[in-house]
């Protein structure tokens, strides 16, 4: 995810503080991860050094902390850009897990074993995010069915992978 | 596992249709209040698992234990009016009567069970309600949606507040959101009466709906590696 | 509509290719559709087989009535001379038990005379030609009673040219001593002019009535059999839609389907009807049976057959379909939302009324019988009753509400599809109604027969002709009837007329007479309330009732005055007065009727008081008694009166024939109802057990959950019950309907309603037998098999 981005559209709608900014961040996208200070702070010396913000204002007490920062035209603009470009799909092709199993299979341990393993952690996080979505809003939720999306995903993978052992470890085995 | 006070036991399963083994030394216990997911490939022997929890069908040997019965060794009568006291079922689809009312079809296990049509009648609304689904009272289930006639069975297994409730791939038919819905309600219905729910599904998202899962693979039961 | 000539575009060319699209599925559907084309094709074969059967019965009676006529003497104009080419012949009429016998006595005057069809040579006196059938009847172990009858040699066979069905027990007695002055009559040979006699108008109505009951549920057999398997059909046609077919070519290769079922069905009934007339021989209806020769289907109506069934089953898919809106994901039907009208149903029935009732009275002599108005008046009232079927079923299922689970399942079935329902049972309606109908005017007119007879069984049951005027003769014949077994006694009188002597008077017409009877106190005490009687009484019996004018007998038969005998011979001559004087004391005494509900009047003496010698021509009668407990005590009296004079008639009373044919004619339409719903029965199982395998699922779904074995029986007896329950009330209602209507055609007011019952208790039997039946189909399909998902 582009903080700087975010961060310059949350300006859209009007000039804020760096303290606001990062309120407003973890109230809509920082669930997992809160924002440090330090992070807005260079991303705005950032912003302004390519003229996409300009100060607004500046509170007396000095401090960086206490800087208003407007969006400029540039940077809506940028927004727009964002916002208009598709993100690359994520490939996925590199996978731990695969890596997992063919080891196991070329060093003869229970690789079926570890697919289980796996698929009951990755049920476990499922019933995790599915108990959260059962009692959050409807942001909790959007979120927790993506992840839980693409938790299916690897879990159908799983299943499927299970399913090809026997095909795989005479692939790789030879 | 923990088969002590457990509420519906099975041991050492087996049943076959002809030559191919459906369930071949299936194990399960599920406990009051708790939601088990049975998870498994198709054709690995989950509904049959299913089928022979609920004494509808007989395992060719093995035990099923319900609280002090033991389903396997009970008459085919018997079986019958336990599963209209104290079992609830969802199907996937086909399972409303097409002639009778959504609140007629809801009021229809209490009615096999010898509770007078008002009473009966007036407990389905009560459901229906709470299911969100009391403005379909007077409809036929060939005039509403999948997730709706999904609910009113929903509210149909939960009417005669069983303590067990088997549910067989619920959200099969339904679209995800539709899906979803169905599940949470299900699952706060059960939690609310204290119903352990029997949960056969082959999907990931409507598995972890349940407490824990079990995994029927080759006609045996397993239980999730790692789980408590 | 459309001209235009796409894929789906009609016109010929896409009838065939979609017909022969639905005979390739009704071909190639695997066994599914083997079996719904089987059981189509066996409907339809067995509505067929009955109805080339109906087809032949002008052919039977054509071919029966030309034997029949040819076997006739010719009647000649005047008397005729004896020649070598003439013969004198005399029908002798009999019966054994409750087989009738026609005989025929011949005498050939001459060498030349020839001999009846089917005779090859005429036979010598005290021989007999006789046919297969009975030359196999005198053998029967059992009836050597009628081997006494029949003492004569036997010389010879009838041939089927001579007989009118195979089973006719027919004989040809040679004679030496027959002539035209002992009961023959002088013909020149054989064959009678067909003479076409109206039918009797009441027959008549019968007769079309008749096979409009029983043709009609043959038709809504074969219309229902048409629709065998339906559903299982839609779904295919669904499948068809889904890769591309329209509306109007699914609804086409439905049509192509049944048509090839119908075809197949038109077969079978042809393979049926051709091996079940080799048969025919053996099976005797009404009297009437026939050769299997005899069994040709009417070129025009088997023609008809051949192409209506077809066409009609092609009709019938279409109209099923009306309602049904085949789409490519399913099946909808539309019926459910449509509520069934009233108003063009009504006027059907009372149409067919006011048809019925325009044609006027039957009972009447000059009454006419018109067969377009009658048929079409019973047709469409019985139609109407079909039609008005589908809704009352709607309207009496729509008021019921609640109740327990089991009436609950079904009453809901039939709000939502009444008419599959309705058009089970459309069937049993109209065979129930038509034969309720029938057998009220039958009985009725049996009614009415007995009431006229009056005839008292319990005082005699025969009555013999004693076929002489010589008072001894008579007098030997009686004794011979009193020593004949199981004769308890013998009411014998001789019959007379006396006038007063002396010319016409003024103001007269002609000269008063009065019958005379003669007889022993024992057989006057039958015919008069006489009172106490010795031999040498005689008595004046007056009549109070107003049946002969009695003036006349005040006039003649008064105490003292003489009475003359004489009869005035052939030429017209005043004959030799034959007087005897009245005795003064001649008491006056009242009637009686006798033992055949006749009342007499007149002069009634005993031989004591009359010397029989003055009587001129008496004739004689005699009525025996038999003891009922002696076995074929009547067959013993026949034997007696042949052996007397093979010419003698005798007449049974208490009209043992005809109950016994009223008791025929109402165990063949009870028969034939029964075997009609026989075949509903066989539809409406077919149907209920389509209709389990539809809901296999549910089912399984129900039983999970614990649902009673007794529910789902319940339910389903329910489903059946209740429809023909209420085609049971319709038909016996409209049966009464038309039954009326009927009757009062025929002049009749009497009615007997326990000809209900039977009726009602075949369609209670049936009700019961279908739910049986389907009970294994049912447990079957309540297995968890159903629960597993596809």
Redesign the interface.
Known sequence: MSIGHTLLGLLESGPRHGYDLKRAFDEHFGQDRPLHYGQVYSTMSRLLKNGLVEVDGVEAGAGPERKRYAITDAGITDVAQWLARPEKPEPYLQSTLYTKVVLALLTDRDAA?LL??Q??????L??G??ERK?TGDLADQLICDHA??H??AD??WL?LTA?RLDKLAEAVGG | MNPAGSLLEARALHKAYGPTPALDGADFAIHPGEVVAVMGPSGSGKSTLLHCLAGIIRPDSGTVRYGPHALTDLSDARCSALRRSDFGFVFQFGQLVPELTCLENVALPLRLNGTKRKEAERRARDWLTRLEVDDLAAKRPGDVSGGQGQRVAIARALVTTPRVIFADEPTGALDSLNGERVMGLLTEAARDTRAAVVLVTHEARVAAYADREVVVRDGIAREAVGAA | MSTTTSTSGGGLRGWARDLGMGVRFAVGGGREGWIRTLLTALGVGLGVTLLLAASTIPAIQAHRTERRLAATPTEADGPLAPSASTLVVADLRTQFRDRPLTGRMLRPDGPAAPAPPGVAALPKPGEMVLSPALREFLAEPGNALLRQRLPFRDAGTIGPAGLAGPAELKYYLGSATLSTDNGGVRVAGFGAERKSEPLDPQLLMLVIVGCVVLLMPVAIFIATAVRFGGERRDRRLAALRLIGADARMARRTAAGEALFGAVCGVLVGAALFLVGRQFVGGITIWDTNAFPSDLTPNPLLAALIVLVVPLAAVVVTLLALRRVAIEPLGVVRSGAGRRRRLWWRLPFPLGGLALLLANGGTSGAQSVVNPFLIAGGATLFLLGVTLLLPWIVDAVVGLFRGGPVPWQLAVRRLQLSGGAAARAVSGITVAVAGAIALQLLFSAIQGDFMKITGQDSKRAQLEVSLPTHDVATIRKMTREYQRTPGVRGVIAAIDTTASRPGPLRKGEPFIPSTSVTVGDCASLSELAHTGPCKDGDVFIVRDHTGQVDDSYIRQTARPGAAVDFAWPDRTGQPPRPRLWTIPKDARAIESRPDPMGMPSFGLFATPGALDTALLDEPQARAMIKIDPRFPDAVEHARNTAARIDPLTSVHALQNMERDAQYASVRTGLLVASTATLALIAASMLVTMVEQLRERRRLLSVLVAFGTRRATLAWSVLWQTAVPVALGLVLSVAGGAGLGLALLRMAGKSTVDWSVIWPLVAAGSGLVLVVTLLSLPPLWRMMRPDGLRTE
Request: charged share 45%; glycine share 0%; net charge neutral.
């Open positions: 074993e289980d393993t698929r009951a952690e990755h049920l476990r499922m019933r995010l599915t059962r839980l999306f938790l299916e879990l159908r299943e399913a």
